[in-house]
């Protein structure tokens, strides 16, 4: 049996009754309660280890929760970082698209010229400039996310039986990915479209 300071044998007797479990219990399975080492705790050490253990249970759910928190919190950090970086770097992120645009001559003006036939002459400078909003947004989105994304036509400038319009109501910001599945689906709405 562990030793008793004598001063508390005297004062509580050798058993005492636990506040939490109601057990009489020996004075040495409680804990000191304060500094002059004068006073037993109420509750028994084993009433203790519970409320500790509930304890650190439940801190450590708050803790997880906490780092997920920072998480979630940093993932909006680097992707403001990465939106940084590109308004910091556009000389390099033009130059890249410089390289591509030079090796893709062919393609795209091929491109262009088919865009520039389907500009109306309507077009207002208020259009133009959403036209420019979304290719912006278009890059910006392909820098960020990583992946190249394109400025679709919703009905092809150059379709096989209709003819879309380079106008931002018939512009959409798609995946490369998604834009090749849509070239071939879109021959027989085209069709459809066409009989109407
Ligand atoms: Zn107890």
Redesign the pocket.
């Known amino acids: 049996m562990s030793e008793v300071n004598s001063n508390l044998l005297k004062k509580y007797g050798e058993y005492k009754v636990?506040?939490?479990?109601?057990?009489n219990?020996h004075i040495s399975?409680f804990g000191i309660a304060n500094s002059k080492r004068s006073q037993l705790r109420g509750?028994?050490?084993?009433?203790?280890k519970k409320v500790s253990t509930t304890w650190y249970n439940n801190n450590k759910e708050s803790r997880l929760k906490s780092i997920q928190k920072w998480k979630n919190d940093n993932i909006e950090k680097v992707t403001e970082y990465n939106k940084i970086w590109v308004n910091n770097n556009r000389d390099k992120v033009r130059s890249t698209q410089k390289k591509y645009y030079y090796s893709n001559m062919d393609k795209m003006s091929i491109k262009r010229i088919s865009r520039r036939a389907a500009v109306p002459s309507w077009l207002s400078d208020e259009m133009k400039k959403d036209i420019k909003i979304i290719y912006d947004a278009c890059r910006m989105i392909s820098n960020i996310e990583c992946e190249k994304y394109h400025v679709d036509h919703i009905i092809p400038i150059k379709g096989e039986n209709v003819s879309g319009l380079h106008v931002p109501w018939n512009l959409q910001i798609i995946t490369a990915k998604e834009n090749l599945s849509k070239s071939n689906k879109f021959k027989q709405e085209g069709i459809k479209l066409a009989k109407q």
Not at 43 to 48: L, T, Y
């Open positions: 636990c506040t939490k479990c109601k057990e219990i399975k509750d028994c050490k084993d009433c203790r």
